[in-house]
């Protein structure tokens, strides 16, 4: 039914996610509904497609980032450390800011430096102070490497296909995290857990 989510407005795309049952979750229709996506899209914002964002990318469909945050929603608290690879446009890094609260951090890595300047600047007229406050921080790197220096996280989100799982990032998952990472044609949800 996610194709039947577009809207008009950013909060009739939203509801048309919970409405369908895309969305299940009221914490992530909550987050959802705090990040506009007209900041972050600027063609089509409202369509549950795939639009274009330059640099040859495109920001995931809406149904996508439901799914994503429905995965890691409990895991994505008050206080967490998160970490966005693949960050694009930054909407769903947003989001996931938004279901962390004030003490939590989240992190996006992307190594398209246009994409890095835009996010910033998308980031920024959502909301200025989530970067100034530092409980988002946006890096120009190599994702496959993460960014140890800020782990361990609680919740690991890959926005695109791998071949493999990297275990630099394997490394940086907190004990009783979770990532979620796309690889080649399945998508693969990884809990870490204390064995003693």
Known sequence: MAWRSSGKTHAELINNLF???????QRVRNAMLAVDRSFF?????YDDSP?????????????MHAYALEVL?????????????????????ACMAAMVGDSGKV??????????KKSVESINKWNENVLSSE??????GDGREGSSEN????????GAAASDIPQA???????????VLPVGKFIFTISSKLIL
């Open 41 to 45: 899209s600027p063609k089509n914002p």
């Open 19 to 25: 409405n369908n049952g895309v969305i299940t979750n």
């Open 135 to 140: 409980k988002i921080k946006i890096i120009l």
């Open 73 to 93: 929603s409990d895991k994505l608290v008050d206080g967490a450390r998160v970490l966005d690879i693949g960050s694009g446009s930054g909407y769903l890094t």
């Open 107 to 116: 992190i996006g890595v992307e190594h398209i430096e246009d994409l890095v």
């Open 51 to 63: 639009q274009y964002i330059g640099s040859s990318v495109t920001i995931s469909a809406p149904h």
């Open 169 to 179: 990032l394997i490394e940086q998952l907190a004990v009783n995290g979770r990532m």
């Open 151 to 158: 782990g361990p996280y609680d919740a690991i989100h890959v």
